[in-house]
């Protein structure tokens, strides 16, 4: 009664939302500059997406809530752009992540504890054509943008990749990092990104543990080879400490993944890989805070799909792709996981999107089995 009710309100508000628009953001005040009009300087879109799903791994007694059906990641976005003078820009961001299941209270649809709400991302900064963009707050990190993008493209993915390992992609620098200071700007066809980050408070992972961040910083350089070809490398270091404050153990690390991806999208293909080597950065999975970080190990991630465009019956395209990624601790831990799996892509008209995986996992981790996953996305 509870996967209907959830699979009928998800349709619901997926149907709800479709006038609104169609894979595409609402520009809610076009920005048209006028003399004497400060309101007439500022652009202003939202957008979003709604991302019900259901998964189950074969073999291993899953009774986890995601077989119920629930939230894989729907959020909301906000974009502010005033016009200042020349060609420079003020902008505001902010995307907020939102877990419905956990919002109504529909119980096992939802891990215990999750927040109803989530800050994906919060920054203001400013943009310019010649001078670049400069923005501080909460963002992708350096490292996404130029490696882990070009293959977070498939739904059941990140599983080897520096920004779904770490103790928390918010807070070691990997993913969407808080306190954070990026410039990024463009020399003819390449992309140069720089990035500051700032002390943060103390995160909690568990277990009476306490981890810092100190400070760090990124480089990466994205190089468009062609227009549908382009390479990206990246660094990114995080000084932290752990603290264990019942017996006073204390341990600073310095944390350093380096990462290198490809994208090449020639005519209707889609093709990705990237790799990372990561040092003192994913969990030994242990309390002992002198052994808490791995001193090495790698990943790899990497897809390849072909879309046949349909135009008919509703329906824009169909993606089938092959998908894997394989990730293995060289020390502090014996762990190590491959996966490899087909999946299919449905876009539809009006934003709608529906998405089937099936993922074979040959893993030291024995709970881990083989996954069916089945997303519907709206998008607009």
Known sequence: MKMRAFTLT????????????????VTLLKADPQA????????????????????????????????????????????????????VSWVGYYELGVNFPAWWGWDNHYA???NNTTRRQLYTGFK????????????????????????????????????GNGINGDYDGSYRSRKQLKYKNTFG????????????????PGKGMRYKR????????NYHITKDLAWGTAWNYTRADIHQPSTGDSKTYDQNIYGTALSWTPGHW??????????????????????????????????????????QYAVKSIQPY????????LNGRNYKRIDNGLGVSFQLDYGFRVDYEYVITSSTDKSLGNVNLVRLRYDF
């Open 10 to 25: 998800a349709i619901a508000a997926l149907v709800a939302a479709a006038p609104l628009a169609s894979q595409a953001e």
């Open 36 to 87: 004497n009009d400060p309101l007439s300087r500022l652009d202003f879109k939202v957008g979003g997406s709604i991302r019900p799903q259901f998964m189950h791994q074969n073999g291993v007694n899953d009774k986890s809530y995601k077989r119920n059906g629930y939230d894989g990641g729907s959020r909301f976005r906000f974009t502010a752009n005033y016009y200042l003078f020349d060609d």
């Open 112 to 114: 215990d504890g999750a």
């Open 128 to 163: 310019s054509a010649t001078l670049g963009e400069l923005y501080f707050g909460q963002q992708n990190s350096v490292y996404y943008d130029v490696v882990g993008a070009k293959t977070d493209i498939w739904d059941y993915d990140m599983l080897a990749q520096a920004p």
């Open 189 to 204: 066809d390449v992309d140069v990104y720089a990035s500051y980050l700032f002390e943060d408070n103390d995160y909690l």
């Open 214 to 221: 100190k400070g760090g910083g990124s480089l990466g350089v």
């Open 270 to 311: 889609t093709l990705s890989a990237g790799g990372g080597y990561y040092q003192n950065f994913l969990s030994t999975k242990t309390s002992q805070v002198h052994n808490y970080f791995a001193d090495d190990a790698w990943g790899l991630e990497y897809f390849a799909g072909y879309k046949f465009p349909i135009g």
């Open 322 to 329: 092959f998908m894997g990624d394989r990730l293995e601790y």
